[in-house]
């Protein structure tokens, strides 16, 4: 099953909402009752009993920020999720594709087993280790999948030290 994010930034924290309204306010991502009734099992905190269940926007927040927290656990380190084998993946030769923003870094790979795309964020403070672990390419390079897979660790980290003078401006 994939587990999808859903932005807790349009819940109105003092507001009061029952199952319904949480469907209208994540519409657009065709959120079904069945699945609120699923939080509240999982944990989602209820105002009472009572039927219609109500829920406190601040609850909802604090729920859907741990549900987006644990998402992000599941993979080791060294992997990422990915959409098309729903699991936590490695990543296709070891090589990466890095984008530094204001927060994270978004970086993508491509799946060992089915070769679909898969982001990751990781904490800027990441970057030393993932540079010791991956081979940093451009998101080009990401994809010759017709090369040789010969490759040794030392010429791995050839190029890691080459693809590191060239990430140089983005860091
Ligand atoms: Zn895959």
């Known amino acids: 099953m994939s587990k999808r994010l859903y932005p807790h930034k349009r819940v109105r924290y003092w507001y009061a909402y029952d199952i319904d309204d949480i469907c209208a306010l994540f519409a657009d991502f065709g959120l079904h009752p069945q699945t609120i009734r699923k939080w509240i099992k999982n944990g989602l905190k209820t105002i009472d009993a009572g039927k219609p269940a109500l829920v406190y926007g601040y609850d909802l927040i604090a729920y859907l920020k741990k549900n987006n927290t644990s998402n992000k656990c599941k993979t080791a380190f060294d992997q990422m999720y990915c959409m098309g084998c729903q699991d ?84």
Not at 115 to 120: C, R
Request: proline share 2%.
């Open 88 to 171: 936590a993946r490695h990543i296709f030769r070891n090589k990466i594709a890095a984008e530094q923003t204001s927060q994270f870094l978004k970086v993508q790979g491509v799946c060992r087993e089915c070769k679909k795309t898969m982001f990751k964020s990781y904490k800027l403070a990441d970057f030393p280790a993932l540079r010791n672990k991956f081979v940093l390419v451009g998101v080009s390079e990401l994809y010759d999948f017709e090369v040789p897979t010969d490759k040794t660790h030392i010429q791995a980290q050839e190029q890691n030290a080459t693809s590191e003078s060239m990430q140089g401006e983005l860091f």
